[in-house]
């Protein structure tokens, strides 16, 4: 393959300079020529020259003028001065504007070559550093995104796709699966990634209070506005806002995030000024947004509009492959954090915490090692796994409307705690233990057939076996 041959844009009135050079110099230099400034700053867009050799002294726009206009592009590739008169001055003058290198004429070509060359390789060294720290600016935001899994490294794929488009991105997946962790990447990982990025939890706020939050009042709009206030939207301008929980947004409040998300505009709670602003908008629910819109309580042209890209994120039983690194990494910050240097856990623990069905996914693990380290004791996961796997559930006999066949009846009474996680979470445990018993009861307690059946290992489903008190009798 042919090498690429470096194109230099000379601008010089002098037409004899770009062709001593073109001459003089090797083949793998292309040399293009322009009369005065104005045509030079013109070639520099057209032509796109990998270096300029600029003279000072031209007719009508200097060489130092140039240099000022060049440095208001948005890029643009290093210049050489050249100068006749040897007056120091100039030298300082074009220092300052950012030349790079600075030669007087008459010159010896193949000290400009030398020149050429060094600025070359400078440049390209600078580019090779720039590309490293992108890398590593890259790794740092996956610093917290830990899992190798297929269906995570899926989830990655689809990040970087739409990182630095203007795409809006719905996040969906249960609570303490990452929503944020992915929200954050896809900021740090865009253009925007030095314009700030404003997280707003719909369900945090008070109804009355979310409008105000979100795009401000004017003074006197309620008791106690006594001076204008920006919301969160004016204050990501040029930036991004992450939505979290949005299905909890009330519906007077849906009409006017669709019109932002439209227009990019909308009006403080108590004006009569139209605000623009450059937002991207980026949101997140553990809801069913679907059955939210078919009882009333979600618009569906927002949802829609919401749902340009969406990320699901599997929950941890989902990808239990991922929970020793997950371990590692919570071990290592708590660790840090205390002071502590507790050790890795044993392979029986990581296979007990596989094998867990993980109602709270991350956050519950990273809980619970926190727990590990600060108590310096393994044996407490025994204890917390074996408390969430044997919690009952109460229900009454008979199936619910609309219930999918074959699926458990749904409790209508429940005993002890009545949170929604700590329900769910029973209620895990209870499929889970049904299905196990029935597949070791279609394999005539085949255990090893049954584990590749279930796809766990043989190991996680003697431990499900013991905590759930399944035996051939049952």
């Not at 009135?13 to 050079?21: E, F, H, Y």
Request: aromatic share 6%; glycine share 8%.
């Amino acid at each position: 393959m042919a090498k690429q041959k470096t194109k230099i844009l000379v601008i010089d009135d002098d037409p004899k300079v770009s062709w001593i050079l073109s001459e003089g110099l090797p083949s793998h230099f292309e040399f293009i020529s322009a009369r005065d400034g104005i045509e030079g700053i013109q070639m520099v867009s057209t032509e796109q020259p990998d270096l300029i050799l600029l003279d000072i002294k031209m007719q009508g726009m200097s060489g130092l003028e140039v240099l000022e206009k060049l440095n208001k592009m948005e890029s643009r590739p290093d210049v050489i001065m050249l100068s006749g008169h040897g007056d120091t001055r100039y030298v300082v003058d074009s220092v300052k504007l950012g030349a790079a290198e600075f030669i007087n004429k008459p010159f010896d070509v193949k000290e400009v070559e030398i020149h050429i060359n060094g600025v070359l390789e400078r440049g390209r060294l600078r580019s090779e550093l720039a590309k490293a720290k992108e890398e590593l600016r890259s790794q740092k935001k996956y610093a917290n995104f830990i899992g190798d899994s297929e269906p995570m490294l899926r989830v990655k794929a689809l990040i970087e796709q739409v990182a630095d488009s203007e795409l809006t991105v719905l996040i969906r997946g249960e609570s303490g699966t990452g929503k944020e962790i992915v929200a954050r990447s896809l900021h740090e990982l865009s253009g925007r990634r030095n314009q700030p990025f404003m997280k707003v939890n719909c369900a945090a706020i008070p109804r009355d209070l979310l409008e105000a939050e979100l795009f401000g009042y004017e003074k006197g709009a309620f008791t106690g506005a006594h001076k204008n206030k920006q919301g969160r939207f004016e204050v990501a301008n040029k930036g991004t806002i992450f939505l979290d929980e949005i299905g909890d947004m009330p519906m007077e409040l849906q009409s006017k995030l669709l019109q932002v998300l439209e227009q990019q505009e909308f009006v403080r709670v108590g004006g009569v000024q139209t605000i623009s602003v450059d937002v991207r908008i980026i949101c997140a629910t553990n809801r069913n947004l679907e059955e939210a819109i078919g009882e009333g309580q979600f618009r569906d042209d927002l949802f829609y509009r919401l749902n340009e890209i969406t990320i699901f994120l599997p929950p941890l039983r989902e990808r239990a492959e991922d929970v020793p690194l997950l371990v590692n990494h919570f071990l290592e910050k708590y660790n840090a954090l205390y002071s502590r240097e507790y050790a890795n856990l044993s392979s029986e623990t990581i296979d007990r915490l596989m094998g867990f069905h993980w109602p709270g996914n991350i956050r519950q693990l990273e809980n619970m090692i926190k727990q590990v380290v600060v108590r310096a004791d393994e044996g407490i996961i025994e204890e917390l796994i074996r408390s969430a796997a044997q919690q009952p559930v109460k229900s009454t006999s008979g199936g619910a409307a609309g219930a999918a066949p074959g699926a458990a009846p749904l409790p209508e009474t429940y005993d002890g705690d009545l949170s929604l996680k700590s329900v769910v979470g029973r209620r895990i445990a209870e499929e889970e233990k049904r299905l196990i018993s029935h597949v070791l009861n279609k394999t005539n307690w085949n255990r090893r057939k049954a584990a590749d059946i279930l796809q766990i290992s043989y190991r996680s489903l003697l431990y499900k076996i013991k905590d759930y008190e399944l035996n051939a009798t049952k």
